[in-house]
């Protein structure tokens, strides 16, 4: 019986590790294009890519090929804020905080389509593995937060 109890906790130990990695994975595809803006760029992308790039298997063009989406929408989000939201980015990275920005609309509805543009860009460079493995994640995720609530 112990035998058993204890092959059930490595089980569920696996099962676990199967919902979390990847929901964290996902949550990460999903707000990289903005990290810059919340931590120093040099810092933080590199370490957060690394992890999730091993999980996909990513080869180094392929993460290449990522910083470089990555950076385009950072650029393009830059475009879209005004001097004082920029500013008050500098300030919240400065002090590790969250930046109130006071997005228009307008600016979200454009900050969206270019985080939606990355996310295609990248799974476009993703192999039909990578990608399957991708919307497993995607399904495990939404499933585990549907579970929450």
Known sequence: MKLSKDM????LMKI???????????LMLAILPVIPYFNNAADAQPAQAQRWGKQL?????????IKQIHESAKEQIDAILTQDQKDQLQQARQQHTR???????????????I???A????????TP??????????????QRHHQQQ
């Open 8 to 11: 059930n906790n490595s089980t």
């Open 16 to 26: 676990k590790t199967l919902f979390v990695l990847p929901g964290t994975i996902m």
């Open 57 to 65: 298997n990513l080869t180094d063009a392929q993460k290449e090929q």
């Open 99 to 113: 930046p109130s920005l006071n997005l228009s609309d307008e600016q979200k509805a454009q900050i969206k389509k």
């Open 115 to 117: 985080r939606q543009d």
């Open 119 to 126: 996310q295609s860009q990248i799974e476009a460079l993703l």
């Open 129 to 142: 593995e990578q990608q399957q493995q991708l919307q497993q994640w995607h399904q495990q995720r939404w």
